[in-house]
């Protein structure tokens, strides 16, 4: 196990309080007139989301958390689980919802996606940026209708639901930004 000092802190580091693992999402470094500079934190609970605010003294140390990612395939969901297997050594492993987070809505059968474990324990996942799915339910296009720049609600074959353009019909299939829930563009 590393340490961290509140100088390396960067969107997306990682540390470790309480024997739970955290990233950081903002942090601000503050320079108060008299008194200690110090390091307020929002931070996120890589195990259940959760976030939380915390102040740390400048120059302050912390564990990192002892993190590694294997790509895993997403094979099926079993009651509140969804499992995956690693490819290599095809080990099951069942993560909840609650710990897959808002990826939830994007997991699709067999796709690969980076599963994080935490001292060899599965908490966590993170699935590709950019996803081609199926829209399986929407209005109906209307032709023609592409300078307007209206848009509406479209549901996909894994359930999520984004704003596509209004020329957008069932069936087509479209690029996705998955951290964003944003349409891209159709899929070529």
Not at 159 to 183: H, M, N, S, W
Request: overall charge negative; proline content about 4%; hydrophobic content about 35%.
């Amino acid at each position: 196990m590393g340490t961290i000092s509140t100088a390396e802190f960067r969107n997306g580091s990682k540390l470790e309080i309480d024997g739970v693992p955290y990233t950081i999402i903002e942090f601000q470094h503050v320079k108060p007139g008299k008194g200690g500079a110090f390091v307020r934190t929002k931070i996120k609970s890589l195990k259940d989301g959760r976030v939380l605010e915390r102040t740390f003294r400048s120059g302050e140390k912390l564990d990192t958390p002892d993190l590694t990612y294997a790509v895993m395939q997403y094979l099926y969901q079993s009651g509140d689980e969804y499992m995956f297997m690693d490819t290599s050594t095809f080990d099951q492993v069942g993560l909840t919802a609650d710990q897959l987070g808002d990826a939830v809505d994007f997991m699709q059968e067999n796709m690969e996606a980076k599963v994080l474990l935490y001292k060899g324990e599965a908490i966590n996942v993170e699935i590709p940026n950019f996803l081609e799915l199926e829209i399986v339910e929407t209005d109906p296009g209307v032709k023609g209708d592409t300078a307007s720049g209206g848009s509406k609600p479209a549901k996909l074959a894994t359930g999520a639901v984004v704003k596509v353009p209004l020329y957008i019909e069932v069936g087509e299939r479209i690029r996705v930004d998955t951290r964003t829930r944003t349409y891209i563009e159709r899929a070529k």
